[in-house]
């Protein structure tokens, strides 16, 4: 993950920044091409934003996050984000 700034703002590098806030669902799926790696969207009113994550863990990072943005901090495995 490139960063997550002041537990609120998603950077990356030399291309955007997200209020995590004002996303209101991500959705994910793996990447066919390279295992191991997923594709994330967050969405934001009609428009999206798509992100790469290195790893399951990245994305469990940003997914838990969003959910402590949005006021429900929550514990995520990596059975429920992956098969």
Do not use: P, Q
Request: aromatic share 10%; charged share 35%.
């Amino acid at each position: 993950m490139n960063d997550i700034k002041a537990d609120r703002y998603l950077l990356k590098s030399n291309s955007y920044m997200i209020d995590l806030e004002s996303v209101d669902f991500i959705t994910w799926k793996e990447n066919e091409k390279l295992e191991g790696t997923y594709w994330a969207k967050l969405h934001i009113g009609s428009k999206e934003a798509r992100y790469v994550c290195d790893n399951v863990d990245e994305l469990r990072t940003l997914l838990e996050e969003w959910s402590n943005i949005k006021g429900n901090r929550i514990k995520i495995e990596d059975e429920e984000i992956v098969w």
